[in-house]
């Protein structure tokens, strides 16, 4: 074999089957440019700590750095190699000689290695999905600005409940996206600490010096116990439970756009380029991107699942299984970035339908809650009465004065009329912009009010 690791210990090849069983090459493809950095950095600490002779290190260095500028040749890839490290060593070795490119291993493992190469691409990973992030949050800020006054209904149990307005619910939309944004900038801490030096687990007798290759990888810290440092995948678990979360609001995001883009619903028309049509139903125009990523929710939680239950009954330090944890985490990592940017698009282009909005607004007698509120404020009546009363009214789906007053004359024995209500109070207090105005506590659906929230917003957004 010409994998350089196999010569030693073990004889003969292997069949394919087995050989293709034992790789991670796959996988190993996200990490390969960062193999490159983590080796350029090991190799400069050897140098200066006169671990290496410098012709060496000058030797190899020369073929890192043409990888480093180039990429890494395909032969890296070949299926000869059982990983990265095995075709790029395999590499440095064909081009500078087993007595200069054979020296690069000192002082370490393939286990801290491909750990830190982990990190590495999962830091530059993390970063892209927060910049996505903060896109998203701004496609919806600005789509919100302009709704500050398109009144809708809002819904508990899917039933129209209170008129609202669109900027709300699409604001309710990017605070929830701030929690996500929030829980993978938590991950990136954790992951940006640096497990080289550990070697196999129990560090070495040469005198590295890992606070040099952490600052040269721009690791702040270090995986400091040398057992854990291999081990330890819990970063991948948190950054896989971060995506999951963040696809479960993404996922709901989904689930309203299906809804709101049905004929029943109408409350949004999708630009044609996220939607797919029908091969035999030539009238169809259909949210397929937004089912998408509903589904693709399935794969994230999926690969967090994987990855969870790989980890959790191995014994320190090294095992191999790690080797299976990886591809989950870059299948929650790109499922759920691909999905940041969708979602983006989605709701950049999206018309939103203002005069729907409004129509199904008051639906459902949704203003009822504003009109218990004012029989209790102006006429004086305990909320549970007031609450009794209009259901009693609703209940024979009529909001009248005398209705009101039979139900008042009944479950309470007062007289609203002698209080002094009027039909015209009724009908405003019924009215679905008074019940939206009169909605300001923080946080609320008025329009001023959400226009204060944006601002607010948008501002937590640039600190982001
Ligand atoms: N490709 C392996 C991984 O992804 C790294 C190699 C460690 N192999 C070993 N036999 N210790 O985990």
């Not at 050897?46 to 012709?55: S, V």
């Not at 794969?299 to 790989?310: I, K, L, S």
Request: one cysteine or more.
């Amino acid at each position: 074999s010409s994998d350089p690791v196999r010569r030693g210990r073990l004889t003969g090849g292997r069949p394919a089957e087995v050989a293709a069983f034992l790789s991670s090459m796959d996988a190993d493809r996200w990490i390969a440019d960062a193999d490159v950095r983590v080796d350029i950095a090991h190799l400069l600490m050897l140098d200066r700590q006169g671990i290496i002779e410098r012709d060496a290190s000058q030797a190899v260095m020369a073929a890192l750095l043409e990888m480093y500028e180039n990429g890494v040749p395909d032969t890296v890839f070949d299926d000869e190699y059982e990983d990265v490290h095995a075709g790029i060593e395999a590499t440095l070795i064909a081009a500078s000689g087993m007595d200069k490119g054979g020296r690069l291993h000192m002082g370490r493992s393939r286990n801290d290695e491909v750990a830190t190469c982990i990190r590495v691409r999962l830091r530059e990973e993390l970063l892209t999905h927060l910049e996505g992030l903060i896109t998203l949050r701004g496609a919806l800020l600005e789509q919100a600005a302009n709704h500050t006054e398109t009144v809708m209904p809002g819904f508990t149990h899917l039933q129209h409940a209170q008129p609202t307005t669109l900027g709300h619910y699409l604001l309710a939309y990017e605070q929830a996206l701030s929690r996500d944004f929030e829980r993978l900038t938590d991950a990136y801490i954790r992951v940006n600490r640096s497990p080289l030096g550990a070697a196999a687990f129990a560090s070495t007798g040469y005198p590295i010096d890992r606070e040099m290759t952490a600052e040269l990888l721009g690791f702040p810290d270090l995986m400091l116990n040398t057992m854990d440092a291999v081990s330890a995948r819990d970063f991948v678990i948190e950054t896989a439970s971060a995506c999951t979360i963040l696809m479960s609001t993404l996922s709901r995001l989904a689930e309203e756009i299906v809804l709101w883009s049905s004929a029943f619903v109408r409350f949004v028309t999708l630009d044609d380029a996220y939607c797919s049509t029908s091969s035999i139903m030539p009238q169809k125009k259909n949210p397929d991107t937004a089912e998408i990523m509903r589904g693709k929710t399935g794969a994230v939680a999926g690969a967090f699942t994987a990855a969870f239950t790989a980890v959790k009954g191995l014994p320190m330090s090294y095992n191999r299984d790690l080797q299976d944890v990886t591809p989950s985490l870059w299948r929650a990592v790109a499922e759920s970035g691909a999905c940041i940017g969708i979602a983006t698009g989605i709701i950049e282009t999206a018309t939103f339908h203002p005069d729907r909005m409004r129509e199904e607004a008051g639906r459902g007698f949704s203003t009822a809650t504003e009109l218990a509120d004012v029989l209790v404020r102006e006429y004086g009546l305990p909320f549970r009465a007031a609450h009794n009363i209009i259901g009693r009214a609703v209940r024979s789906e009529t909001i009248t004065l005398a209705v009101l007053e039979a139900a008042a004359q009944d479950l309470s024995g007062i007289s609203l009329v002698e209080r002094g209500l009027t039909a015209e109070r009724i009908t405003e207090a019924l009215d679905v912009d008074v019940s939206v105005r009169m909605r300001r506590a923080p946080g609320g659906p008025a329009p001023e009010t959400v226009q204060k929230a944006i601002a607010m917003r948008n501002v937590a957004r640039e600190e982001d």
